[in-house]
């Protein structure tokens, strides 16, 4: 299902992140904590960007980031020049070809965080990462943006096809004969600052001074007390969901 009203801006690559994104350092601190427990030594990235999430992961026994940007893939090598454990894959993930590459790999865990959204054909693409995980009856840790009604100009702008109500996103991995482990929301303050910017202010630029001075102040400030806060609350409400299967 897709909830933008019109196919959204053709971003992809660097044109779908803030300048900024990367220096966001508690937020991926953060997404990392809550699923440090579900990793397991043989990772796929699909979607992987620039890395930001590669300081976390990296004590593994192998890490593949997988994007369909040259671009991205270039800056992560940059970031990680001498990571004997760390290689790069250009693909996309919905075409059988890369499948057929990384099953050598025999991954246990894929990481694919705000990815999906991207996708226009997001069963094609669970389908498939399914598909690597069963061999080894890994796990798929799935991370995307949350509720439809918060669906803006920021969306947009990303080339979002779509945000993720709960339900949704555990029917797609049952469809693909996988559990759902858990779910949760996560970034409630965050939640509130997309509405505001992209259904308020309907802001058109992704990567503006403003979205990237609020990343930054928002990463410094807010960021460390709603962890701790959502460690403990469960919220029903937030920016983003992440789900956790695992091949049934």
């Known amino acids: 299902m897709v909830n933008s009203p019109t196919a959204p801006d053709p971003a992809t690559g660097l044109a779908t992140m803030t300048d900024s994104i990367h220096l966001a350092r508690n937020y991926y601190r953060w997404i990392y904590r809550q699923i440090a427990p579900d990793l397991g030594r043989r990772l796929v990235d699909i ?56 099953a050598p790999a025999r991954a246990d865990t894929i990481l694919c965080t705000n990815v999906l959204e991207h996708i226009p054909d997001d069963r094609l693409a669970v389908r498939h990462m399914a598909d690597l995980l069963k061999p080894q009856r890994g796990r798929l840790i799935i991370l995307v943006p949350a509720h439809p009604a918060l669906y803006g100009t920021l969306d947009r702008a990303a080339g979002h096809f779509r945000r993720y109500q709960p339900q949704q996103l555990e029917a797609l991995l049952h469809e693909n004969g996988m559990a759902l482990d858990r779910i949760r929301h996560m970034n409630i303050l965050g939640a509130l600052g997309w509405w505001f910017n992209g259904k308020v202010v309907r802001d058109p630029d992704l990567n503006s001074r403003s979205m990237n001075q609020q990343i930054l102040w928002f990463d410094r400030l807010a960021i460390p007390f709603l962890e701790r806060v959502e460690r403990v609350v469960r919220i029903p409400f937030g920016l983003s969901l992440i789900a956790v299967g695992r091949v049934a």
Not at 73 to 94: E, H, K, M
Request: charged share 20%; hydrophobic share 45%.
């Open 47 to 102: 979607g992987g960007g620039t890395g930001n999430i590669l300081p976390f992961v990296l004590e593994r026994e192998a890490v593949i980031v997988v994007d369909p940007s040259a671009e991205c893939l270039a800056a992560v090598r940059r970031r990680f020049p001498a990571q004997a454990n760390l290689s790069t894959l250009q693909g996309d993930i919905c075409d059988p070809a890369l499948i057929a590459s990384l």
